[in-house]
């Protein structure tokens, strides 16, 4: 590919963040959701996006550029997280070019490449994020568990998302602890250089606590977590400098593996301005 660099001899360490030795990569509008840990709902957060600009009248394309736990069948392995983004998106691409790597083994990239004996294609991956140039209006890309994700050892999400250059949102949890998670991936993000465009609370309990949380000591403990949920949001934004974009209640009709958006989430999801997000002209 014409746009390469020369590959450098000695690449410094990965805490540098530094990704002159890798591609120069086509600078395209979207957004690269993120998260504080696994399994906080950024597949079904950047699902949410993807359809609520396909509903505002945009066309979109999904990208997932590597995924484990993966499921095999008679086509070979595929991505759970890549069938729902593609559906969000109403996306014709294969879904080997929306997620170009899969694994079997739920862990870490460069593990489950080690243990299956298939190294990480980086390659690939650039390669098919390269041909989404011109192919749509936006891009979403879900990035695999934490911007400090190891895609393979001296490669981690942080760095592809360096290289994309599209506006990061951080999808984290409304519970306990998510205060501390999401300072920490913004201060990562920003020593890498990144534009963070905000903050999104997934799964929070719209029901106030019953009249059981304000007595018993386990009780008290449900309180407390109620009281860390109401008010982890502002904190957040306060202590973060940051904008939470939205807080998205826990919506049990939304299902990535069965395909299905739930009008709560697509609701919450539906009131940010993603368009001025990505910096797109207005729509026709």
């Not at 050892?153 to 984290?172: E, N, S, Y």
């Not at 807080?247 to 939304?254: E, F, H, K, L, R």
Request: net charge neutral; glycine share 8%; with cysteine.
């Amino acid at each position: 590919m014409s746009s390469r660099r020369s590959r450098n001899t000695s690449r410094p360490g990965p805490f540098d963040f530094d990704v002159s030795g890798w591609p120069v990569l086509p600078r395209l509008r979207g957004v690269f959701v993120t998260a504080t840990d696994t399994e906080v709902g950024k597949t079904l957060i950047a699902g949410a996006i993807a359809r609520q600009l396909r509903s505002a009248g945009r066309s979109v394309e999904v990208f997932k550029p590597v995924a484990t736990g993966c499921r095999s069948d008679r086509h070979g392995l595929v991505s759970a997280d890549a069938e729902f983004l593609a559906a969000c998106a109403d996306s014709r691409r294969k879904l080997a070019e929306i997620c170009p790597l899969c694994y079997a083994a739920a862990v870490a990239p460069n593990l489950a490449a080690q243990r299956e004996g298939r190294p990480v294609d980086l390659e690939a991956i650039f390669r098919q994020y390269e041909a989404l140039a011109g192919a749509a209006d936006a891009v979403v890309v879900e990035g695999i568990g934490g911007l400090l994700c190891p895609i393979r050892d001296d490669f981690w999400v942080i760095h592809l998302a360096r290289m994309m250059g599209l506006a990061v949102v951080i999808v984290t949890r409304a519970e306990l602890g998510a205060i501390n998670h999401t300072l920490l991936t913004l201060h990562a993000a920003r020593c890498a250089g990144l534009h963070v465009a905000g903050v999104i609370v997934n799964r929070y309990r719209l029901e106030p606590p019953t009249a059981a949380a304000t007595t018993g000591s386990t009780a008290y403990a449900r309180g407390d977590a109620d009281l860390a949920m109401s008010t982890n949001p502002l904190q957040i934004a306060q202590l973060g400098a940051t904008k939470v974009l939205a807080i998205v209640p826990d919506d049990p009709a939304s299902s990535v593996e069965k395909l299905l958006l739930g009008p709560d989430v697509q609701f919450a999801v539906g009131q940010v301005d993603w368009a001025e997000i990505m910096g797109l002209p207005p729509a026709e």
